[in-house]
């Protein structure tokens, strides 16, 4: 399973071409795919990127939902229908289409943000703001990470993100 981290700061041309950071390259092309799949984050203004093998098991976890699931339907609008494979240039760039980069506010630098099994690109600026409400917020609940744990399991009182329930 591919992981990726760290943060990565790359240039953007002036014809929407960034180059993907040289660790993400081989995990990106190891399902035989030389390239990314990117679609707009529902979240977050960033675009999503990950495997063509993830994004296959993010339409084989949507299956889950009914055919006429209004809840399936909006997922599967909101990442498969906007989802594209995005191949790797001789240079080991990707481009960019000006409707990922508008969502995402990226004009001359991207920050590739790396999420484990996935990760983001970011306009860096709003990437710090993101980052450091999520610290924030983190050290406030008290966060911790499941190591050594069944990540789904939770002990009596806490909540999902770690910390104690008050009560």
Not at 102 to 122: D, M, N, P, S, Y
């Amino acid at each position: 399973m591919p992981v990726f981290m760290g943060q990565h700061e790359n240039k953007i041309d002036r014809k929407g071409r960034v180059s993907v950071p040289a660790p993400y390259r081989p995990l990106l092309s190891a399902d035989g795919f030389t390239g990314m799949v990117a679609f707009k984050s529902l979240k977050d203004e960033c675009v999503e990127g990950c495997t063509l093998a993830r994004i296959e098991q993010l339409a084989e976890e949507l299956e889950s939902f009914g055919m006429y699931d209004e809840a399936g339907d909006d997922l599967a609008y909101t990442t498969l229908a906007d989802a594209r494979q995005l191949g790797f240039d001789s240079e080991g760039r990707v481009l960019l289409s000006a409707d990922l980069r508008a969502h995402a506010g990226l004009t001359e630098k991207a920050l590739f943000v790396g999420r484990g099994k996935t990760f983001q690109i970011w306009e860096p600026e709003r990437f710090r703001e993101r980052y450091q409400l999520a610290r924030d917020r983190a050290r406030r609940a008290g966060a911790t990470l499941p190591i050594g744990r069944n990540p789904g399991s939770r002990t009596p009182g806490s909540r999902p993100g770690g910390g104690r329930e008050e009560g």
